[in-house]
């Protein structure tokens, strides 16, 4: 089993910075790309960054570039996501997710998720 609990949402204003954390524990000693989901309200889960177990593939959201950027350090068991530049239409839950292997697979199952943290953005 593996838990990933995420935190760092809250309540910021448009143009503002918040930086989510995932931590991960359980089955760590396995080797597993990770991802950012978000879900904003009355719409799909969509895809906004991912990474390579090595960090050294990313991957994001072309709604996303330029503004977000996902890291990881292996020795906490903990990925980033690191957001500026923030838009109301950001505002979401964001979760994070595991996918089994050293490379991101964009359409293979994620292996286990994180029940998400709510990021409100104001106007």
């Known amino acids: 089993q593996v838990q990933l609990v995420e935190s760092g949402g809250g309540l910021v204003q448009a143009g503002g910075s918040l930086r989510l954390s995932c931590a991960v524990s359980g089955r760590t000693a396995s080797t597993y790309a990770m991802g950012w989901f978000r879900q904003a309200p009355g719409k799909e889960r969509e895809f906004v960054a991912a990474i390579s177990w090595s960090g050294g593939s990313t991957y994001g959201a072309d709604s996303v570039k330029g503004r977000f950027t996902i890291s990881r350090d292996n020795a906490k068991d903990t990925v980033y996501l690191q957001m500026n530049s923030l838009k109301p239409e950001d505002t979401a839950v964001y979760s994070c997710?595991?996918?089994?292997?050293?490379?991101?697979?964009?359409?293979?199952?994620?292996?286990?998720w994180g029940k998400g943290t709510l990021v409100t953005v104001s106007s």
């Open positions: 997710a595991v996918q089994f292997g050293s490379s991101w697979l964009p359409f293979v199952a994620m292996d286990y």
